[in-house]
């Protein structure tokens, strides 16, 4: 190709914090001070009265040292009589403000932390000498405040090549001989985001089972406890998040284990709760404890002093309150409006006045999640206090539904997201692996960041587990979203964070796997495929998007088979087993859909396919199982969520198989040992089904044009005999192979044979052909007897041959089975302006990539105005005279996030008007709109636009996107051929 990707790629890497030059090398260099080797462990100086929770970062640095170089750093409180006794290596850690190390070292002059000084969870890394008597060298991470420290050491650990999710996914480390630390001074700035965190949520049955098996249960309910949400904090502090909603279906974080708050503060970990408790009080606690009802209406005294109960009991630790009032549990509550929840706000900003002993309670962190039925309330003008966080939410599919308009950006509590990888309720649950489309999570989390949501970012991640990408990539956008700002960064960042897990080596590959995993299972959730989303009959569809599936496992197996068998467990929790599940569950069913409509055809075959469903449903559980088995027994239930046999919402209580048929392979079908049908059809000859003429022996394919792609016939054994067939057709028409032998049995039951034209000898215009199928044996069982509509005829396929062609001066898509389909990035000609311009999203949406209008924060386009940004697709027609022409434009499932500037785009062909469309209604929060549930299930808007084609020749289409936030997946302008399917036909042709 061209040189451009390496340019982009030096280019990021100048800019991007997560791409900083490094500090920690592995190799000796001039300036490089070594820090630990096989023989050489450093010492870790961290001051007395340094909080704990850097302490204990500093512990989990020493043995992450250890774990590079199998010998474990010490950590050494400082104090005023220490001395150096041995010539190792030091690192300092500490916090400005607190540490009275660090304090002694910026007083001496020896650091200046002017840079970061007051800087929320800013940090700076430098070599220092002789910081301390005794001591020549010291690395000095130096934090502006807790988690700064803790981030800064965390940093020197994820370089030594300790992933987070060391324990999490059981990414094993890297042996080195030597770790040096370069002289270089790096100052981390502030995050993104502010709060940075997620939601353990939908916890049943994976995560709970498991937690089961490992902890013991608590008086109330499963051990929720200390110790299992220490290995969590830990892990939200690696990646950088600092902020947690604890899991609450059957749990109550500060009742179930005291230890619970106090452990979360001591790592550095800002306490809250769900939008559905407020007050840190559980879900549980509401129904537990309080006296009476969940009701402000009737029980207003005790509900008011049960919320007192929860800011006092949180009132030692950081925390995040939940404000305002919902039903019990995830409901609306029947008797809340706008203005008792503005009072309930009043009364619980006077509980924190109170509690916190302070007049002014701004300084107390608060939000307001603005979740279902809030939602509504605030449309219906609830005013919520200046300084309370408004937390908007997603539509539980991750389309932001409103995001703070012009007149919000300035409110002191500023804005947030509440956002969802895994979801429990309509239309359908996702709950089991990983369905995140990386680039939608782009264009939606870089369009909250721009648009100024950023004070808190929370998303529900299940189970934790395996959502560790998505959830990665979530912390990193909320720790430096400028950083991802391109939209080709997401294959960059895919590339370094497979890296950080597997090493270079595997990384490039790894991520152009994880990319294809991304758009192949956020084309629709697993728990909405069945056997007839895709078209067994139309396009290949079925098979194109299985074979995608193979393909994927086959490239993610080759790279586990080479990997040490160390790294194999991990990369088959990251990358390996959601490709082998995704790819298995989409065998059951496109299988099913095959064996549903074989039994119709009555192939023999039918019967294998039948087994093969079978087959891949066990192989189902064997995944399970294997995910189960792995590290003797580890994450034990973790695959425990059903995910096979769906009838509504909710999760089918046990997996079952879709159904399946059989056809009688005993007796000959009575249309004899033979059946045909081709490309394009259900129908079967010879014989009657209902979908052709009654008694015709014939069926037509699909049109056939230069244009277009090569056409299929099935023949295939319904009978209980070897039976051999010839075919012969005009000469144009190219049929392979044609002639063979099909079996009762076995392998050879079915046989594919490709048609083709000779396009040289092909007759001008549109012709008809006809294929006959001859067989040496009767074609039927009742031939030459009385069956009541005579003998059967010999099967035969008609092909409409059209010989187009176009001007070789032409450049564009080419009309072909009165279809033009057009992937939005091959556009023709792009005219942007300074401040509004179209860029490509790689991989997004369900076929190719996005085409979005950036940035983000453009200013709404018209087409009057000529300098607005349009993109122009040239195509060209030989159907003269259409006068409906349809076009369809599938865009990525998006909300209107500005009320007062509804999402909108604008298409036109040649010089007609340009017809404006908003693809989605203008509601209030909640409900949501009525077209909302197809449009997520499908993963996709479309809309559609009528057009004359008054003449056939070159034309052209422009497309003006109106509004940022709106992104085109596809095309499809359809002159009368357009055929069902889930995606829309393959790309035309483009000459
Ligand atoms: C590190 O670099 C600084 C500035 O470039 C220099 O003054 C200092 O001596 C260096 N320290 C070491 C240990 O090389
Ligand atoms: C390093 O520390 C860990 C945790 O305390 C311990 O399990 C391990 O054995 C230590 N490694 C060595 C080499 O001492």
């Known amino acids: 190709m061209s040189t451009l990707p390496v340019v982009l790629l030096l280019f990021w890497f100048g800019w991007s914090t997560w791409a900083q030059e490094a500090l920690i090398a592995f190799n000796q260099s001039s300036d490089a001070l070594l820090l630990a080797d096989s023989s050489t462990a450093p010492t870790i100086l961290v001051s007395e009265d340094e909080w704990t929770g850097v302490q204990r970062a500093a512990s989990d640095l020493a043995q992450d040292i250890g774990l590079v170089t199998g010998l474990n750093a010490t950590v050494v409180t400082f104090n005023s009589s220490f001395s150096s006794e041995s010539a190792s290596p030091v690192v300092i850690a500490g916090t400005v ?51 700064g420290s803790i981030y800064g050491i965390y940093d020197i650990s994820e370089q030594l090549g300790i992933s987070p999710w060391y324990w999490w996914a059981d990414v094993p480390t890297t042996k080195r001989e030597s770790i040096y630390v370069r002289n270089i001074t790096k100052v981390q700035p502030s995050p993104s985001v502010k709060y940075r965190g997620f939601f353990l949520n939908d916890e049943q049955p994976a995560l709970t089972n498991w937690l089961n098996t490992r902890y013991p249960p608590g008086q109330y309910g499963p051990g929720f406890n200390h110790l299992f949400y220490s290995t969590v904090f830990e892990l939200l ?39 559905t408790e407020p007050m840190m009080r559980a879900t549980n606690e509401q129904s537990l404890f309080l006296n009476g009802t969940w009701a402000w209406a009737t029980n207003r005294a005790n509900v008011t002093d049960f919320m007192r109960q929860g800011a006092e009991r949180a009132r030692p630790y950081e925390s995040l309150y939940t404000m305002g009032m919902r039903g019990l549990g995830d409901t609306a509550s029947p008797t809340l409006n706008a203005s008792s929840l503005e009072q309930i706000v009043n009364v619980q900003q006077g509980l924190l006045r109170q509690v916190y002993n302070v007049s002014n309670v701004s300084a107390i962190p608060q939000m307001w999640c603005l979740y279902k039925e809030v939602g509504g309330y605030f449309a219906e003008g609830l005013e919520v206090p ?96 400028p950083a991802l700002a391109s939209p080709n960064s997401t294959q960059v960042w895919l590339s370094q964070w497979v890296a950080r897990q597997f090493g270079t080596q595997v990384a490039d590959a790894t991520a152009t796997i994880l990319m294809n995993y991304s758009l192949l299972a956020g084309r629709r959730k697993y728990e909405l495929v069945d056997p007839t989303t895709y078209s067994l009959i139309n396009y290949n569809e079925a098979d194109s998007v299985l074979q995608q599936w193979q393909d994927l496992v086959r490239a993610a197996t080759a790279i586990y088979d080479q990997l040490d068998a160390s790294v194999q467990p991990s990369y088959f929790e990251l990358v390996l087993h959601k490709c082998m599940a995704g790819y298995t569950v989409y065998a059951i069913h496109a299988n099913a859909a095959k064996n549903n409509l074989y039994s119709e055809q009555g192939r023999t075959s039918t019967n294998a396919l039948a087994q093969s469903v079978m087959d891949y449903f066990a192989q189902d559980h064997t995944l399970t199982q294997r995910y189960h088995n792995l590290l003797n027994g580890k994450w034990q239930h973790m695959m425990d969520q059903t995910h096979l046999g769906y009838q509504y919402w909710q999760q089918p209580m046990r997996n079952s198989m879709p159904p399946v048929a059989y056809v009688q392979q005993r007796e000959v079908s009575l249309a004899g040992q033979l059946g045909v049908t081709c490309d394009g059809n259900n129908g079967t000859v010879p014989g009657d089904d209902m979908y052709h003429t009654l008694s015709s022996n014939a069926l037509t394919l699909p049109p056939m044009d230069p244009y277009g792609p090569s056409r299929w016939i099935d023949v295939f054994s319904r009978g209980t005999d070897s039976v051999s067939f010839n075919v012969s057709s005009d000469p144009h028409v ?21 048609v083709t034209i000779d396009w040289t000898n092909a007759p001008n215009g549109s012709t008809m052909s006809t294929i006959n199928i001859t067989t040496t044996t009767a074609t039927g069982a009742y031939d030459n007897a009385t069956y009541p509509y005579g003998n059967f005829k010999m099967p035969q396929v008609q092909v409409p041959v059209n010989k187009t062609a176009v001007p070789a001066s032409f450049h564009g898509f080419v009309e072909s089975d009165l279809t033009i389909s057009i992937e939005p990035e091959h556009f023709a000609t792009n005219t942007s302006n300074g401040s509004a311009y179209y ?53 990525g499932t998006a909300m209107n996030t500005d009320p007062t500037r ?6 036109s062909i040649d010089d007609d008007a340009p017809q404006v469309v908003q693809p989605n209604p203008l509601t209030d929060l909640w409900p949501l709109p009525a077209m909302w549930d197809g449009m997520v299930a499908n993963a996709a808007m479309t809309n559609t ?14 497309l003006w996107l109106l509004e940022p936030g709106l992104v085109v997946q596809k095309l499809v302008l359809d002159l009368g051929g357009v055929r069902d399917s889930y995606l829309g036909p393959p790309e035309s042709t483009i000459v």
């Open 386 to 481: 200046d300084d309370i966080t408004l937390l908007w939410s997603d539509d539980n599919w991750a389309n932001m539904q409103r995001l703070p308009l012009a007149n919000e950006t300035d409110r002191s509590g500023g804005a947030g997201i509440y956002y969802h990888a895994d979801y429990v309720g309509d239309p359908r649950d996702y709950k089991w692996i990983d369905t995140i489309s990386l680039p939608k999570y782009w264009s939606e989390l870089q369009q909250a960041y721009e648009r100024q949501a950023r004070q808190i970012w929370i998303l529900n991640v299940g189970d934790l587990k395996p959502l560790e990408l998505p959830i990665s990539y979530f912390f990193a956008t909320a720790y430096d979203a």
């Open 97 to 147: 403000g607190k540490s009275s190390l660090i304090q002694a070292l910026a007083r001496a002059g020896k650091i200046n932390v002017d840079a970061i000084r007051g800087k929320w969870e800013s940090y700076q890394i430098q070599i220092v000498s002789e910081p301390v008597d005794g001591v020549s060298q010291a690395v000095v991470i130096a934090g502006a405040d807790k988690r």
């Open 902 to 907: 509804p999402l909108k785009y604008a298409v």
């Open 839 to 891: 860029e490509i999203i790689p991989s997004y949406g369900r076929t190719v990539s996005g085409v979005a209008l950036l940035p983000f924060t453009a200013q709404s386009q018209s087409t009057q105005s000529s300098s607005a940004p349009k993109l122009g697709y040239s195509f060209y027609t030989f159907t003269p005279n259409v006068t409906n022409a349809n076009l369809t434009l599938i865009a």
């Open 734 to 754: 190219v049929v392979t192979p044609s002639s063979g032998v099909l079996q009762a049995s076995g392998n050879t039951t079915d046989m594919r044979l490709a």
């Open 237 to 275: 502090l690696r990646l950088r998040a600092n902020y947690f909603w604890p899991a609450q279906w059957a749990s109550m974080f500060f009742v179930d284990d005291p230890l619970n708050a106090a452990t979360a503060d001591e790592y550095g970990i800002v306490i809250g709760t769900s939008h």
């Open 945 to 958: 636009t009528t057009h004359n084609i008054t003449r056939a020749g070159a034309h052209t289409l422009n």
